[in-house]
């Protein structure tokens, strides 16, 4: 398997415009988190889905977020309008969740930055 | 919801001397715990884990540590490398939690040559 893919790796966006991040994981994981990592605030998790169903999104900011995962192996993350303040590297992971719980594996992350 | 603290949160040590990070956890039913190294610029990457059945558990220089009683666990690692120098975030998860680690925030460690 080739990981947690991340899509894309960079991106430079207007402040105002919408963006879409994309994360393929790992398959046969049946959990997915998407984290925002800043120098401020550390790493955050922002959501997470178990079995493609959101389990936890008190993470996301605001309404500008939205997540989706309509099937195992496809999740995304917008931010429409995005802002300035919203420039952070945003990592995709995933695990097996069951009665054992395993290790998180990350995607090599989106660097976004909004100007 | 589960609490995981992390000391301390920069570490310099001389080449050669030992680390110790040090995590504490509020959720007597997280029964996994994670170590992730971060290298600038990278992901973060599982380095070593246990599990709560074990107390101790040692991969060459890295060694992780496990109290139950008092929630708390560590990360040794011995004759430190420049190499070392990273962030490392320990995590605590629970069966409970459909497989989500809640992290500390992390440990900034520089190994002076």
């Known amino acids: 398997d080739a990981g947690v893919i991340q899509s894309p790796r960079h991106e430079v966006t207007e402040m105002g415009q919408e963006v879409t991040l994309r994360c393929k994981p790992i398959?046969?994981?049946?959990?997915l988190f998407w984290y925002r990592q800043t120098m401020m605030r550390g790493l955050e998790l922002l959501i997470y889905?178990?079995?493609?169903?959101?389990?936890?999104d008190s993470g996301m900011p605001e309404d500008r977020f939205s997540a989706k995962m309509p099937n195992a192996s496809f999740s995304t993350l917008k931010i429409q309008p995005s802002e300035p303040r919203d420039s952070a590297v945003y990592f995709c992971?995933?695990?097996?969740?069951?009665?054992?719980?395993?290790?998180?594996?990350f995607g090599q992350g989106t660097r976004l930055t909004v100007v | 919801g589960e609490n995981v603290e992390q000391h301390p949160s920069t570490l310099s040590v001389q080449e050669g001397d030992s680390a110790v990070i040090k995590c504490t956890y509020s959720?007597?039913?997280?029964?996994?715990f994670p170590w992730y190294k971060q290298e600038l610029g990278k992901r973060p990457q599982l380095i070593i884990d246990?599990?709560?059945?074990?107390g101790e558990k040692k991969d060459q220089r890295i060694a992780v540590t496990l109290n139950k009683t008092a929630k708390h666990f560590s990360l040794h690692i011995t004759e430190t490398q420049p190499e070392d120098s990273a962030v490392y975030f320990c995590?605590?998860?629970?069966?409970?939690?459909?497989?989500?680690?809640?992290f500390g925030d992390g440990t900034t460690l520089t190994v002076k040559p």
């Open positions: 992971a995933s695990s097996f969740s069951g009665t054992v719980n395993t290790e998180a594996f």
């Open positions: 398959s046969g994981h049946n959990s």
């Open positions: 889905f178990n079995n493609n169903v959101p389990i936890d």
């Open positions: 959720d007597s039913a997280s029964n996994y």
């Open positions: 246990i599990r709560s059945n074990v």
């Open positions: 995590a605590a998860s629970s069966p409970t939690n459909a497989g989500k680690s809640t």
